[in-house]
């Protein structure tokens, strides 16, 4: 039979005390505190990351009210150019028009004045012509 020695038996607690007090103190302990410290990291980071993405989202509206306004002045900015050029080019249509016009009139004139000198030419020699058609006439 198996006898059981109450000085082993009590010496086996003991040992077992000792064994889970030192391990509590030199691996558990510093293991729970390890882990908590990295529960506390991952919350900590993730309250960053949220706040990062809270302020990434304010700068995207930031950025997008900035790009709008960008493209309301350079839609602004090119109306006005483009404004400007057709006022420019209204602006030297009127001018050449007015250069041909008043080159039409002095054409107009030089005209008048060349048919009014032919017109002279011709009636100074409406008698040599008369002379050579009667001439003529009288050979027939």
Do not use: W
């Not at 006005?80 to 041909?100: Q, V, Y």
């Not at 016009?101 to 002279?120: G, P, R, T, V």
């Amino acid at each position: 039979m198996i006898e059981i020695s109450v000085f082993a038996y009590i010496f086996t607690i003991v040992v077992f005390i000792g064994l889970v007090g030192y391990l509590n103190r030199r691996l558990y302990q510093p293991m729970l505190n390890f882990m908590d410290a990295r529960d506390a990291a991952i919350q900590k980071d993730e309250k960053l990351a949220s706040q990062n993405l809270a302020d990434v989202g304010s700068e995207a509206l930031e950025i997008e009210n900035i790009l709008s306004k960008a493209r309301d002045e350079a839609a602004k900015i090119r109306e006005a150019g483009l404004s400007e050029i057709e006022n420019e080019n209204s602006k030297k249509i009127e001018e050449k028009t007015t250069s041909l016009e008043n080159d039409l009139a002095s054409y107009l004139q030089d005209l008048s004045k060349q048919k009014d000198e032919i017109k002279k030419a011709l009636e100074k020699q409406i008698p040599d012509f008369r002379a050579g058609i009667k001439e003529k006439l009288a050979r027939i």
